[in-house]
C-alpha cells in the first residue's frame, strides 16, 4: 500500500485542493428513531464507555454545517470509526447488542440478547459478562476527501480509538479481555461492503454458563447517507486482518480532564515549552513496532538536532527540513520539535500502533501544559534522510500560545 498511497511534490502540486463541502458523506452513523435508547450520562458504569469516545466540543460553523471535535482526532475530522457494544449482566441496562451514538451521547439498541450472543464469533465459548466493545472502519469517509492514502488515516485513526479506550477502561479501574473476532462477524453484525470490524476487545470477564450462537444478522443501516459502491478502499481494508493486540496504558491521574481537553494545535509558542518537558516526551515509550525519531528545532538550552530517545545522535538545525517535509505547513515553523514515527513494515497493524502511541502523546502533553498535532500528510521519500524505514506518521510538538 505504500507505493498507492505515496505523496511527493510532484503529486501535491498536480492535485486540486477544492472539496466541495456540501458533498462530504455524513460523518456519523443513525439508527432508526423508533430503537430504545439509553443517556450514557445516566449510568455511572458505563462513564468508561462515555470517556472513549465523545464530543468535545460543537460548533456551528455555517446554518446547516456542523463541527464536531472529539476525544480523539481524525484526520480531515472525517470521524471514519464507529462503536458497537454487547452489554450482559450489567445492573439497571438491557442486555443487547448496542450501537454508541456519539453525537446524542446515547446507545442505541439493535437487538436484545438473553442466552444467544456475538461472543463465539469473537472466539468465547461462554457468555460473557460485562461488554464486548466492537470498533469498526467506514472507509469511504476517508475515501472521499483522501483517495486511497485514506488507508493510511483510517488506521492511524483506529489506533487513536483503542488508545483512548485503553486509557479509559484503565483509569476506571476495569479488566480488558483479549477477544479473536472471526470475519463473520461483520455478517451477523449487518455490516455491508462499506463498513468492516478493526478490533474487538472485552471489558469484563467470561462466565462458566453456556451461550448460543446468534444466527440472525441484525438490521443493516448504512454508515452514510450516500456511498460508491466501487470505492476500491472497502476491498482493501475488508482484505486487512482485525487489529488483535491490547496495548500497554500508561496511568493519568488527570484523565478525564486531559481526554475532554485533547486538542490538535495549529499555532505554537516555542518560548513556552521547558527542556524537561522536551526530555519527557522524548523519553515516552513507543509499542516495539515503532522506531521514533526526535528532531529538536528549538529548545531553551538543549542542543537542535536529531534524537533517539534523549540522546542527540546528529546536531543542526533542521527546522527548514522538517517544514518542508511537512507539506511546508507553517505552523510547524513554531514547533519545538517533532517526533518522526517509523516502522520497520508498512502494514495496516503498525499504522494502528502509530496511532495508539500518538493518542498517548496527546495526553502526555496535555500533562506537561503543551500542545501537539498529529500530521499524516508527508513527503514519503523526503524523510529517507533520517531513517531507512518508511515514515508512518509526524507529531508535532511546541509550547501552547
Known sequence: MREQTLLSVESVASRSTYLDWNTQPSIFKRYPHFCHRIKLSEHPQLYWLQQTRCVSNHTIIAPHSDYYRLNVPSAGNLHPIEIYVQLRNIEGIMSGIYHLDVVMGELVLI????????????????????????????????????????????????????????????????????MSPMAELNTIMGFGDDEVIGAVYGIGEISERNVKTLTKALIHVSPCDYTHIDNPLNAIVRSEKIYREIPEIKSYASFIECNMNRRSARVFDPTAMSDVSILALLRLKPPKT???????????????????????????????????????????????????????????????????????????????????????????????????????????????R
Not at 468465547?124 to 488507508?151: C, P, T
Not at 528532531?295 to 530517545?309: C, F
Open 111 to 178: 437487538a436484545e440478547i438473553a442466552s444467544e450472543g456475538i461472543e463465539r464469533y469473537v472466539g468465547v465459548q461462554e457468555r460473557f459478562n460485562g461488554a464486548i466493545v466492537m470498533i469498526s472502519l467506514i472507509s469511504f469517509r476517508s475515501f472521499w476527501k483522501y483517495g486511497l492514502r485514506g488507508w493510511r488515516y483510517l488506521y492511524l485513526d483506529l489506533g487513536h480509538q483503542i488508545s483512548a479506550l485503553g486509557m479509559s477502561v484503565h483509569h476506571f479501574g476495569k479488566r480488558v479481555t483479549k
Open 290 to 400: 515503532l522506531d521514533i525519531i526526535g528532531i529538536v528545532l528549538q529548545a531553551q538550552s538543549m542542543q537542535p538536532g536529531v534524537y533517539r530517545e534523549d540522546v542527540c545522535i546528529k546536531s543542526g538545525d533542521f527546522l527548514a527540513e522538517s517544514v518542508h517535509l511537512l507539506l511546508n505547513q507553517r505552523f510547524i515553523a513554531r514547533a519545538n520539535m517533532v517526533l518522526l514515527i517509523t516502522a520497520e513494515n508498512f502494514s495496516a497493524s503498525n499504522h494502528v500502533d502509530a496511532g495508539i502511541y500518538a493518542q498517548q502523546l496527546y495526553l502526555e502533553c496535555e500533562t506537561y501544559g503543551v500542545g501537539c498535532s498529529g500530521i499524516g500528510a508527508f513527503y514519503d521519500d523526503e524523510a529517507a534522510q533520517w531513517s531507512n524505514y518508511p515514515l508512518l506518521y509526524v507529531v508535532a510538538i511546541g509550547g501552547k
